[in-house]
């Protein structure tokens, strides 16, 4: 690689935005949030600073996702976003405008993807290519997606569920729904609303999945303290909850991303249907950690699933494998100049 062109990786998340570096690997990690002030419309911060400032900021302050359910919803915003990403691990004082390859979900359409792309050059890239996000995760999850074989990939983010069956480098069959981490959350926050009179944001909802939530009812309950605003009396107040009623909670959300892999699974020739069954189903992306997913969906399809080595990383790392191998990959990469 000669110091001439670097090359950025961006895995744009609903929920985060990680960039890889060929050679230095993971270089940011931060939440896919920008805060911009009301006045003047202008960008105050992004990423961790600007989480920091949801739900807690005045009125004239915003702190917003510009990406909802995996593609652009605010692309002016956006752009500010990745121009911010890019500066940052570049350092500001890169002369070179680096190639950079962003993961788009399954099912974006084309003019999604041609809003991602540019965006990407507005903000400074040289070149930007667009990659579907399960090709990615199996690049970065080390599945040898050019042979022969079917492979599936599920890869769960915070706003959308891809599924994919992938051979001799592309997808043979693949659906997109808009359920992930951000609807589990939203579940959980709506059943302790209505099971136990009490309110409750995000950010604790995220927290009660991640400490107590499991996809499968426990012998061994989780419980934890859950606070919040009580409906009745408006006044603060805490609960305790166990897993088994997040359990409850997160059933509906769980049923549309097992039919999306149920419907992928009945849409695949029998040849591939076979090598699945023999590989079982990788799971990628930061949401495919809830406990016990993946025998959910083993008890649910009768295949078995297991979870990639840091899945939440996938993703982001076979943007970077992509990168440094772009005549391999050619044929699952839309590019523009």
């Known amino acids: 690689m000669s110091i001439f062109s670097s090359k950025l990786g961006i895995d744009l998340g609903t929920a985060n935005t990680l960039v890889f570096v060929p050679g230095k690997g993971i270089v940011l990690n931060e939440p896919s949030v920008v805060a911009v002030s009301e006045v003047d419309k202008r960008v105050m911060a992004v990423g961790n600073e600007a989480k920091e400032m949801v739900g807690r900021t005045p009125d004239s302050i915003i702190a917003y996702r510009p990406m909802k359910d995996g593609v652009i919803a605010d692309y002016r915003v956006t752009e500010a976003m990745l121009r ?57 999850a080390g599945i040898p997606i050019q042979e022969a074989r079917g492979h599936m990939v599920v890869d769960i983010g915070g706003g959308t569920t891809d599924v994919a069956v992938i051979s001799l480098g592309g997808i043979v069959s693949s659906t997109s729904v808009k359920v992930a981490g951000t609807k589990l959350d939203a579940a959980i926050a709506d059943h302790i609303k209505k099971n136990f009179n009490l309110a409750i944001g995000d950010h604790m909802s995220e927290i009660i999945k991640i400490q107590i939530g499991s996809a499968i009812p426990l012998d061994q309950e989780l419980a934890m303290t859950v606070k919040g605003r009580d409906f009745i009396s408006g006044l603060p107040r805490s609960t305790e909850i166990k897993t088994n009623e997040i359990v409850k909670a997160l059933a509906s959300p769980l049923r549309d991303m097992i039919k999306a892999i149920k419907d992928v699974l009945q849409e695949t020739p029998p040849e591939l249907a076979a090598d699945i069954i023999d590989q079982g189903i990788t799971m990628t992306g930061g949401s495919s950690l809830l406990r016990n997913l993946p025998e959910l969906v ?40």
Request: proline share 4%; net charge positive.
């Open 84 to 140: 911010y990403f890019i500066d940052k691990s570049l350092g500001r004082f890169s002369l070179w405008k680096p190639e950079v390859m962003v993961s788009v979900p399954a099912g974006v359409t084309s003019t999604e993807r041609r809003a991602v792309i540019e965006a990407a050059l507005r903000a400074g890239a040289k070149n930007a290519y667009v990659v579907k996000e399960p090709i990615l995760a199996a690049i970065g």
């Open 298 to 337: 083993f008890r649910r399809t009768g295949v078995k699933a297991q979870l990639a080595e840091d899945p939440l990383l996938c993703v982001v790392k076979g943007t970077g494998i992509a990168l440094d191998h772009l005549d391999v990959y050619k044929k699952a990469i839309v590019s523009k100049r």
